[in-house]
């Protein structure tokens, strides 16, 4: 099965789901977006083949969001930051032949093993 992980190695969760890939033998292509950052038709297919949109997919604890004001923000708005700042992207995204998934609650990314 062919896998990406866009990854954040400083991420707990991310760390988690990229040992759970390898665990189903499953060996992903890892993407670190803080390193090769998102464009936004990037997300905007992410998001739509994870059946999210950008406000179910920021990170709202993330101290930036506050500081952009981005909870009355649009998704548009939200996209833009997202591509500015790629640490407000909820992680990981991990992308299977099975779909797309941002493993929060961590079992999602069974849906897609």
Request: net charge negative; glycine share 2%.
């Amino acid at each position: 099965m062919d896998a990406t992980i866009y990854h954040n190695p400083k991420c707990s969760t991310s760390r988690k789901a990229l040992q759970a890939l390898r665990d189903a033998g499953i060996e992903p292509t890892v993407v670190k977006y803080l390193d090769e950052p998102y464009t936004r038709e990037q997300l905007v297919k992410l998001f739509a083949d994870a059946g999210l949109t950008p406000s179910q997919a920021v990170r709202k604890r993330e101290a930036l969001y506050k500081q952009l004001d981005l909870a009355s923000a649009t998704d548009d708005e939200i996209l833009d930051a997202m591509v500015a700042h790629p640490i407000l992207v909820e992680r990981p995204i991990v992308v299977t032949d099975k779909g797309t998934r941002i493993p929060r609650p961590f079992e999602k990314l069974d849906e897609i093993l």
